[in-house]
């Protein structure tokens, strides 16, 4: 090496790799022969005299060969800054040490050099231009002492370099050298897009990977840049972790109590060194690390701070409520406006759990009654989407505020529906009285809603069986701030409780098309309820079902209880079609989306269904456990309760306990008739009461219930209508039942009951042996097996194998699917007719065909499938032939 003393500066940005440098240019310095001292400087030293130059002296007492006085390290801890003599001998030293070998000099982090140390190394630099002296300084110059900036540039042999981050390629590279070459072209761009091509995070990227350990080395890696990077680098990332947006640097100056340029000039550092990708820190992974630096309280605080900024910058209220939320405090007005907004637009989004949230903050940072009663109703109505038992803790405080006049009429009216949901009957009359003590024509129309819905679902508290007031009247007029789901509701309960459902049928249509309008109307679950049950007591049970599959697929309305009625009201709908096993699936499936506590009296709905749908599948222990199972007692004070007395009657009737079954048929009964609910035909009740006299004997007491639902029902009820004909059909002589039994039939095919079906073509196979007609028995029996096969009912197909006897023999059927792969469409149709009995001119009028065309049809059938005579027909070719028909 000639004798020119040189220095050299390298620059870059966090993590470029600068230290890394330094340390392979000492070895190689080494390797070559130089003397090497080295220091490291560090921003908590700063402060402290001759830091750096302490920590030369130790390299250059062990250079020196004892040369150097030890007492020197103790000097320089008490030495005055820029004290001559001492500083004179050392650069001697240090000189002296050139003459028989080149030195290597090198300072890390050279900005954090202390005053002293700084003038100490300016002295060495201008006295080492003709000496074998090389100065390498790490660190950003701009941050350095002035007087080492101002005179670094004045030597004649200063260089400066900078690194940067890697580029793809670079990182592509550096991916080869650690990596196999799939592994590095897999990674590349992820890893450059996780790393910004800074070295060290790439490193510690690719040791993770490699040793399996997360995010660990990733992380350590980060804050080490952070720390490296300063104080204020430190606090801007903070802030930016916080607010996960790219903010003003003038803002971003205001969270950290800092100078706007020196904010800047944190923001360049860190974008240089690759941490920002435009403005934000690069990943969930470093937002994480960042903040978990941060002591809570200081997080609070900067969550606070966070908050109030952006509500003076008028950002929308959700960001300002998350961060209100995360800082745990909301005692400005504006804070708990915008907790309030915000829990508005979570529930139009569907988000309930974190409308939740805003509201516990906000009614927990209000200390006005008013407003905080008013919070509390609204948080109740949101985390009831969660589940209804979430709003029990809020139902105690409501009561009391609704008594104490704090609750606004609207909030009155979903209290009732909560507290009666929950049993709390006695609370929520105290609230109804209360509402209906409100005389102004502002509330009429209201309350008017509210006693319709009562009147259908909870009639023991309705008004109806009281004095009625002028609210009662329905010509009363509504206000712009009445919910139209509730008048939705009153509407349809008003028609479902007189029992004219088919005058509602557009209306439920209409309710079912606009619900997925809104999201957040209190009253939109019940509407949607009522409509399906309007449109199943209409008889239109396959429209119902289809409308439940429409609104189980709207994403925004996955909410457990809503998913647990669509299913309770689906396990109803199946129950009335006769299809047991998915009313069984379907109604434990809505006890699953929500526990029984949950349900509250709606519990009596899925139970009764269970209880219902298991006895008609003859599992009568499921049914008895279902049974055993306690419900509220505030059930028998709601429609449910009908429900419920129904399901666990007919499951008495079909253990032949007659007296019980009769016992519950009459207390529904008696319950719709002190209710109003007489025409409503919530539950056949005098079907059911007849039923069991006949099981009792009592033939007289039978044939009046009958007759008097007959009346009842007239000529629309074609369900009520043709249960009850079947029931006729059993107290007439046998030459009167086929008609009677006929007409049952065809009223139960138009509504799909084929349940109901089966039973009445059992009772028509009875009547034809009974006439000594076997051939027509035996083909009726057979048609009622099929279809009691088919709803899964066993108790029933036992007692018709029994009773059919060649049933039993053509029910040996192998291979039926194969076979039925053969048969053309047309064919499978007649074919799956011919197997439930039907006669050719019978077939021919349900497909609108001659009976030529039918008897034609039947002789290729016949022919593909290797049969003579249709009682050869195998009979598990019905099911194969109505799935693929």
């Known amino acids: ?67 150097l006085d030890p007492c020197v390290v103790d ?29 290597l000099l090198s300072v890390d982090d050279a900005h954090h050099l202390d005053e002293a140390s700084a003038s100490w190394l300016l002295q060495l630099v201008r006295r080492s231009e003709p000496t074998r002296v090389v100065v390498v300084l790490t660190g950003e110059l701009r941050r350095a002492p002035q007087r080492l900036r101002t005179e670094l540039r004045r030597h004649a042999h200063f260089r400066q370099t900078s690194l940067a981050p890697l580029s793809a390629a670079g990182v592509a590279a550096v991916l080869r050298h650690r990596l196999d070459d799939v592994s590095a072209q897999r990674l590349g761009a992820e890893l450059h897009s996780l790393t910004g091509g800074n070295p060290l995070l790439l490193n510690a990227v690719i040791d993770d990977h490699e040793q399996s350990t997360g995010h660990r080395n990733h992380v350590l890696a980060l804050l080490s840049c952070l720390h490296r990077g300063g104080d204020l680098v430190r606090e801007v990332a903070r802030a930016l972790a916080v607010l996960d947006i790219d903010p003003a640097p003038a803002d971003l100056a205001r969270l950290v109590h800092a100078d706007t340029a020196d904010v800047r000039g944190a923001l360049d550092a860190m974008s240089a060194s690759g941490l920002l990708d435009e403005g934000r820190l690069r ?87 008013r407003e905080r009663a008013a919070i509390r109703a609204r948080l109740a109505e949101a985390e ?14 409501l009561t009391a505020a609704a008594a104490a006049g704090r609750l606004d009429r609207g909030d009155h009216v979903v209290l009732v529906r909560q ?70 509701t009153a509407v349809l309960a008003d028609v479902l409780a007189r029992g004219r459902s088919r005058e509602a049928v557009d209306h439920a249509e209409r309710v079912l098309r606009d619900v997925h309008l809104t999201r957040t109307a209190v009253w939109s679950e019940e509407a949607t309820t009522f409509a399906l049950m309007a449109l199943l007591h209409a008889e239109r049970a396959d429209t119902a079902a289809e ?31 006769g299809d047991c096993a998915a009313a069984v699936e379907h109604a434990e499936t809505a006890l699953r989306h929500m526990s029984p506590q949950a349900w509250g009296v709606a519990v009596g709905l899925p139970v009764s269904t269970l209880v219902l749908a298991n006895t008609r599948l003859g599992r009568f222990d499921e049914a008895a456990r279902h049974l055993a199972r306690p419900v509220p007692d505030a059930v028998f004070r709601s429609r449910y309760g009908l429900h419920y007395l129904h399901a666990r009657g007919q499951y008495y009737l079909a253990t032949r306990h007659g007296h019980a079954a009769l016992a519950d048929f009459l207390a529904c009964r008696d319950l719709t008739r002190d209710w109003g609910l007489a025409q409503s035909g919530l539950v056949p009740w005098r079907i059911d009461a007849a039923e069991a006299w006949l099981l009792l004997g009592n033939t007289d007491e039978a044939k009046r219930l009958l007759y008097d639902e007959l009346a009842q029902a007239g000529t629309e009820n074609s369900r009520s209508r043709g249960t009850a004909l079947r029931l006729v059909a059993e107290i007439n002589p046998p030459r009167r039942r086929p008609q009677l039994l006929g007409e049952a039939l065809d009223l139960l095919e138009q509504v ?42 066993a ?7 029994s009773a059919g006897g060649q049933v039993a023999t053509s029910t040996a059927a192998a291979s039926a699917d194969d076979r039925a792969a053969q048969l053309t469409e047309s064919e499978r149709r007649v074919a799956s007719l011919a197997v439930m009995g039907y006669t050719n001119r019978e077939i021919a009028e349900k497909l609108f065909v001659t009976a030529s065309t039918v008897e034609q049809h039947l002789t290729r059938v016949f022919r593909k499938l290797g049969v003579k005579r249709r009682e050869h027909l195998p009979v598990d070719l019905w099911g194969t032939v109505a799935r693929t028909a």
């Open 419 to 488: 507290l009666l949901w929950h049993g709390r009957n006695d609370d929520a009359e105290q609230v109804l009285r209360h509402l209906r003590g409100t005389d102004d024509d502002h509330s009429c129309g209201q309350l008017h809603d509210v006693e319709s819905w009562l009147a259908y679902s909870h009639p023991a508290l309705a008004h109806q069986r009281q004095d009625r007031t002028r609210c009662t009247r329905p010509d009363v007029p509504h206000s712009a701030g009445d919910d139209p789901w509730l008048h939705s």
């Open 1 to 67: 090496m000639r004798n020119r003393g040189s220095v050299v500066l390298v620059e870059g940005p966090l993590g470029s790799g600068k230290t890394e440098l330094l340390r392979i240019a000492a070895q190689r310095a080494e390797a070559a022969g130089f003397r090497v001292l080295q220091a490291v400087c560090d921003e908590d030293e700063r402060d402290l005299p001759c830091g750096a130059v302490a920590q030369l002296v130790r390299g250059i007492g062990a250079q020196s060969s004892g040369d």
């Open 752 to 793: 799909g009951d084929r349940y109901e079906q089966a039973r009445v073509l059992a009772g028509l196979g009875r009547a034809h042996h009974e006439l000594k007609d076997n051939r027509r028995a035996r083909r009726m029996f057979s048609r009622a097996w099929h279809l009691a096969n088919a709803c899964g009912a």
């Open 75 to 103: 000097e320089l801890q008490t030495a005055e800054p820029g004290s001559a003599r001492l500083f004179q001998q050392l650069c001697a030293t240090v000189l002296d040490l050139s003459v028989t070998a080149p030195v």
């Open 547 to 577: 409308w439940c599959r429409r609104l189980e697929s709207d994403a925004h309305r996955c909410t457990p209880p809503w998913k647990a009625m669509i299913s309770a009201v689906r396990a109803e709908i199946a129950a009335r079609s």
């Open 384 to 397: 009831w989407r969660l589940t209804p038992s979430s709003v029990l803790r809020h139902l105690a405080p």
């Open 283 to 369: 990943s969930p992974q470093a937002v994480a690390a960042v903040l978990h630096e941060v002591s809570p309280d200081e997080l609070r605080r900067l969550r606070w701070r966070t908050a109030e900024l952006l509500h003076e910058r008028g950002a929308d209220a959700p960001l300002i409520a998350a961060q209100l939320v995360d800082s745990g405090s909301a005692e400005a007005v504006w804070a708990q406006r915008a907790l309030r907004e915000a829990a508005e637009l979570a529930l139009l989004e569907g988000s309930a759990d974190v409308a939740a949230r805003y509201l516990e903050l906000a009614h927990e940072s209000t200390g006005n009654p």
């Open 795 to 801: 108790a029933l197909c036992d007692e018709l194998l």
